[in-house]
């Protein structure tokens, strides 16, 4: 499955983003669909993730209450709704995904066979 994600742009902190994660060549379902964000100079981080094999859900800490994951299974994209952005939310986000992943355990980059190719999202202060 390829991956196509959306979404990122230039926005004031508080304010709020919505991206997108579009897959094509396969479906979404029965795996798990990650966003991770690498800000410059720092290690790629894992931030939310969305599993339909099992029904999971995890959000890193500093995001926990401001964003949001969502699935439309007909269109075979997952959102990440963005709300209340913060400078330090500024980075390169990617989805990826695993086959029949969880959320349940680490959000490790090695288990994400799939990636998409990032969508800059910058916060001004």
């Known amino acids: 499955v390829q991956l196509q994600a959306s979404g990122g742009g230039l926005v004031q902190a508080g304010g709020s983003l919505r991206l997108s994660c579009a897959a094509s060549?396969?479906?979404?379902?029965?795996?798990?669909i990650a966003w991770f964000r690498q800000a410059p100079g720092k290690e790629r981080e894992g931030v939310s993730c969305?599993?339909?094999?099992?029904?999971?859900?995890y959000y890193e800490d500093s995001v926990k209450g401001r964003f949001t994951m969502s699935r439309d299974s007909t269109k075979d994209t997952v959102f990440l709704q963005m709300n209340s952005l913060k400078p330090e939310d500024t980075a390169v986000y990617y989805c990826?995904?695993?086959?029949?992943?969880?959320?349940?355990?680490?959000?490790?980059?090695?288990?994400?066979?799939?990636w998409g190719q990032g969508t800059q999202v910058t916060v001004s202060s």
């Open positions: 969305l599993s339909s094999a099992d029904g999971s859900t």
């Open positions: 990826a995904t695993e086959w029949g992943g969880t959320c349940r355990i680490k959000l490790a980059r090695h288990r994400f066979t799939s």
């Open positions: 060549g396969g479906t979404l379902g029965y795996r798990a």
